[in-house]
């Protein structure tokens, strides 16, 4: 029977193996593992290439984009004198500049005697256009120059993992820029894997404006191929790669260029994979005990890495690891589920995703112990859930109850909802310093998949060990942004806002939600052009009720639809009012992040669209960053929906997320709100200054509109007219008001205008 049963063991493993080496089963299992296999080989390159950098030095000193091209004239004559063996450029020269510039460039390529290397690239031909066009340098920069292409694809996963050894560009096959470097020859359009086990930091690099300007060691290039591209931020050209995180391209050229100065690598067959996992199987399925039978495959799981990390290093040869750890796992596992009774009646009391106790266990055990009750909320879960799958997930909910063991009564931490841990605080301390030292640990980022991650946290304390009080407390604390809230102090406060929810409903059709309007300025016309919706509510006890009180609870509560809705109306009815009064103003109105995936919803903004008195072109539907950010694709299809309607999209406190440029170009923006904080300051700051005029200028090259919010003095407004921004908002230039109030601003604004035509 034992033989029948590791036979059967044997065969599952061997056809998890087959399944394994299908693409969309072992590929992110073997992704998911390079982190690990490059780690463990870092080492330092071969000081055989260096890189010329575009750095932000070098973008701050010139100040110009496009750079002039008598700049790089000048380090190609400097590189040449230093002794450089090659030079090669990640620079596009396929575009005429000032002709005096490229004539000096075309001069310096001369000089150089075929020193020079210049890239070739395809690119898109347009959007929804899969036709690819080639990029070739100018035909005088070829005249004197050796070329070389630079196009490399990333992965599914959006990561670079291999370059080519050579492509076609304008029906000619040409060497890749790391394969002409290397002197290694290959097929067009055949890959090698990139050896990210070489650390990027140590590959020697030299300033653009440095080297142009003589100010280097002549040392440091003798001799060596140099690569010359950008490095700053600003310039883009950045991919993200296994390990070593988000790099220029420049830099992985000069890896893929070391990779193969020691060899062109190669990827080795599953099947031997496959093969000796299936060998190192059969010992353990062969052990009479569950705890030998783990050694065994724990040792099997050390000597297949080590045999597929030698044959990395030293054969250039890259097996699929993680194939082989994934049947040597299985058969583990499959061997071990003569205990799966056991398991599953532990499992009754633990949380399956992470293996902590759960809430029935707290119920069983926790009862009549004394103790302080902690909940322990994480409030960015859902982002940790978008960037990683359940399992890394789950790893970074372990890795944080660990830390929070260590301030236990008992060294137990229940996993008491998905986004909450509970635990028993000592009473023998201070509530206080014990805070205090979690604070100190849960301020430590987490390693969830080989990365560093923040896991933000809020927590509610309940003395009298009410587990459910602290839960709720530990909810307000993350409402309210701060690390933790007694719950005594927090009851009344939660009481009121459950009552409050309940009143809504009867609050808008009782007509107590109002609409007030807060003016946008024109600064180029210095007039009111458009106005942003703000919801009030008028409680008939309370008088007005703060927004940033009932607006997150109905987001909770699955009220904001019903409420986006009613404003929606009204902001159209309103709209319809005064462009009757000969007021061309656009409105603008938030649209919650929840909404932007509720077919209901979208359905009911179609109707009032169709039946309103205005056209869509007068509305302005406001997104945050945050919101567009946290589901790009459903976001983007969601925007791109209203703004073929004719409804503008602007996004919102832009510059507080994680937006990229790729982002601003997908998503069908027509505007970008810079958020307060970077606008308040920004006539009397450096650093706000600057970065409100690159956003600024950015958008323009977009094609975007830009509103500056938090406009409070005049020396902020005449700021922001200096460095041409379209649009002010703040209680300096109106604060908020009713519609009457509006429509009475925008007639003495027309009066004041037509007065001061007279008296000119």
Not at 406 to 418: G, K, P, Q
Not at 452 to 468: F, R, S, T, Y
Not at 545 to 567: C, M, N, W, Y
Request: overall charge neutral; charged content about 20%.
């Amino acid at each position: 029977m034992r033989l029948t049963s590791n036979a059967l063991i044997l065969l599952a493993a061997a056809l998890v193996g087959m399944a394994g080496m299908l693409p969309d089963i072992g590929g992110p299992i073997m992704r998911a593992l390079e982190p690990l296999r490059f780690a463990v080989q870092s080492h330092a390159a071969s000081q055989q290439v260096a890189i010329v950098e575009m750095d932000a030095r070098s973008v701050a000193e010139i100040r110009r984009w496009p750079w002039p091209r008598r700049h790089y004239a000048a380090v190609v004559d400097q590189l040449r004198a230093a002794g450089a063996a090659t030079i090669v450029f990640d620079v596009d020269f396929s575009s005429a500049s000032e002709p005096d510039d490229d004539r000096a460039f075309a001069a310096a390529l001369k000089r150089a005697e075929g020193l020079v290397t210049l890239p070739t690239f395809g690119q898109q031909a347009g959007a929804g256009d899969r036709r690819t066009l080639d990029a070739l340098p100018l035909g005088a920069f070829r005249a004197h120059a050796a070329l070389a292409s630079v196009s490399f694809s990333p992965d599914v996963d959006g990561l670079v993992r291999s370059l080519p050894l050579a492509t076609i560009t304008a029906g000619t096959p040409r060497p890749s820029l790391s394969a002409y470097i290397a002197a290694r020859a290959g097929e067009a359009d055949a890959e090698y894997p990139v050896d990210f086990s070489i650390n990027p930091a140590t590959i020697p690099r030299l300033s653009f404006v440095a080297v142009e300007r003589g100010a280097f060691d002549p040392a440091m290039v003798r001799g060596r191929n140099i690569l010359i591209g950008a490095t700053a931020i600003e310039m883009g050209d950045r991919y993200p790669a296994p390990l070593r995180g988000v790099l220029p391209g420049v830099t992985i050229q000069a890896l893929g260029a070391e990779t193969l100065l020691r060899g062109v690598p190669a990827r080795g067959t599953p099947l031997a994979t496959v093969a000796l996992a299936l060998l190192l199987c059969i010992p353990g399925v062969r052990a009479r005990r569950r705890d030998v039978s783990a050694c065994i495959f724990a040792a099997g799981l050390i000597t297949l890495a080590v045999v597929v990390l030698a044959a990395q290093r030293w054969l250039a040869i890259h097996f699929p690891l993680g194939l082989g750890w994934l049947m040597l796992s299985t058969a583990g596992g499959l061997f071990a589920a003569r205990d799966i009774f056991r398991r599953f009646r532990k499992g009754r009391l633990h949380d399956e995703a992470t293996g902590l106790p759960n809430q029935r266990a707290m119920a069983s055990e926790g009862g009549g112990r004394g103790g302080v009750a902690c909940v322990v909320q994480l409030t960015n879960l859902e982002e940790l859930s978008a960037v990683f799958d359940a399992a890394q997930v789950a790893q970074g909910i372990v890795r944080t109850a660990e830390r929070l063991r260590l301030c236990s009564a008992y060294d137990i931490v229940y996993r008491v909802r998905s986004h909450q841990l509970a635990l028993l605080m000592p009473t023998r301390e201070i509530v206080e310093d014990v805070l205090a030292t979690l604070r100190t640990l849960l301020l430590q980022p987490v390693e969830i998949a080989g990365r560093k991650v923040d896991v933000a946290v809020a927590l509610g304390v309940a003395e009298d060990g009410d587990m459910a009080a602290a839960a709720l407390a530990a909810g307000e604390a993350a409402s309210a942004g701060v690390f933790w809230r007694r719950a005594a102090l927090n009851r009344q406060r939660v009481e009121n806002a459950v009552s409050l929810m309940g009143e809504l409903d009867a609050a808008i059709a009782a007509g107590h939600i109002e609409v007030h309007y807060q003016p946008k300025l024109a600064l180029a016309t210095d007039r009111i052009a458009s106005v942003e919706a703000l919801v009030r509510w008028r409680h008939p006890d309370h008088g007005f009720v703060s927004p940033g009180a009932f607006i997150p609870l109905a987001e909770q509560t699955d009220r904001i639809g019903p409420l986006t809705l009613h404003v929606l109306a009204q902001v159209i009815a309103d709209a319809a009012q005064w462009r009757a009064c000969g007021h061309e103003v656009t409105a603008a109105v938030n649209i919650s992040a929840k909404l932007l995936d509720s077919p209901a919803f979208i359905a009911a903004v179609d109707k009032l669209l169709d039946s309103a008195p205005i056209a869509p072109d007068g509305l302005i539907f406001e997104v945050t960053e945050s919101a567009a950010m946290s589901d790009p694709a459903t976001a983007t299809a969601t925007l791109r929906h209203f703004r073929n309607r004719g409804v503008a999209i602007s996004m919102d406190d832009y510059g507080t997320g994680q937006s990229t440029l790729s982002y601003l170009r997908e998503l069908p923006l027509s505007e970008l709100k810079i958020d307060r904080s970077f606008v308040q300051y920004a006539h009397e700051r450096e650093s706000d200054a600057k970065l409100v005029c690159s956003t600024i200028e950015l958008a323009h090259a977009l094609g975007l509109k830009v509103v500056a919010e938090g406009i409070e003095d005049a020396e902020n407004l005449a700021f922001l007219r200096s460095v041409s921004c379209d649009y002010a908002q703040g209680y300096f230039i109106d604060r908020p008001m009713p519609f009457d109030a509006l429509v009475r601003r925008l007639n003495d604004r027309i009066e004041s205008g037509r007065l001061a035509v007279q008296l000119g």
